[in-house]
């Protein structure tokens, strides 16, 4: 594309349509409080709770695959405005449920928007923004996620006295609503456009976000050509160090940890010898804040120093802080349970300004047009299988390896992480999405 640049515009386009991160932080997190009450109504095993709590993970991976082949297809703002229909479906489904099976059912379609939409939001943000400011911008989705998971984190506890777990699902329709809304105010992007042949029309956009644009400068992104089956182009030899780094940053986003923190923070921090159930989830609350706060530094970061820095830095932070957690854990005194907090806020600190919203910046950068949805597509997949596997071993890991062993695994996965990052993942700070391709594309002639 021509050079794009950055206007009040572009950052209202990407606000709309971060608030697709806002619904996948909230109703990712919404049930760690209402499930206590969820059990109490109706009468719920263990096992259903574990599907309860599971399924929406299962949807996101099953999502995160039509994600990719829809924004290839349709375009990314149809697939939003999608995805923006089956939130409302599904947080309909789950508030109004009287039945296990409608829960279920409600938290897989959920599940399925969270998947589409974990994909569709970085890389519609990507498509529109100038490389300047792409760091930040894209990221928005991330500080979104954050603002979702806090959101959740405080409605549950503003509800928790009455138990009302309908309004805790509930008040996701209004950022839905909002979504659906917004959506009709921003274009799609003029790259999507452009490579279908709707020069025009990307044109007007591009009109809006750059400055002196004739036709002739619309250049087509080029993606595979109509004869090559799009499927065949992305496991192609050169596509191969792009595919690597995308799979590989997105599961080590989940790997290290991170959902574990997110999803059973009450429980660690009773395991670290915090007793009252009011004052875990008040730590909890501290959780989410420290999260979303750093979110923000590392909007203002990214940009400046770049992702590589930052995912270094983020990565050493969080495998110290897993270690000295682990230290904290082997006996509960009042000195180790303030380490294990106080490491607790560490690691996500950490996390947040580097893996976090690095990842979902990265996969949006590196694949070409054409195949862009799909590829982004195969890492989220990853990302979702990883999260899932994470989730489901954790309280088994701290039967087998205690909980000091269970946290220096993560460290020790956190090591390879960075080994990863030093090797394989370049710096695209500043750098046009078309110089990105470029340098993966050299990068796999060499090897
Ligand atoms: C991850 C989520 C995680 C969240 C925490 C996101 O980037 O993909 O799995 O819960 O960050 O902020």
Redesign the pocket.
Known sequence: MAKQKFTAYTLFAALIAAIGGLLFGYN?SAISGAILFLTKDFNLSTVAQEVIISVILIGALIGACFGGILTDRIGRKPTLLLTAIIFLIGVFIVMTADHVTNLIVGRLILGLAIGIVSLAVPLYISEMSDPKHRGALVSLN?LA??IG?LLAYVVDYFYAPTGEWRSMFGIALIPAVLLFIGLFFIPETPSYLASKGKKDKALKILRKIEINTSKSEVVVEKGPSKKMCSWKKLFEKSMRPALIAGIGISVF??ITG??IV?YYAPRIFQLAGIESAASAILATMGVGTI?FLMTIVALWLIDMVGRKPLLIVGLIGMILSLGVLGIGFLETTKATSVISIVSLMTYVSFFAISL?PI??LIISEIYPMGIRGRAMGIAIFA?WVC?YIISLTFLTLVDILGKSGTFWLYAFIGLFGLWFVIKKIPETKGKELKEIQKYFKKKAAKN
Request: hydrophobic fraction near 40%; proline fraction near 0%; aromatic fraction near 6%.
């Open positions: 990712t991330q996620i954050t998971i986003q989940q991170i959902n997110i999260n976090g990842a979902w990302n999260n």
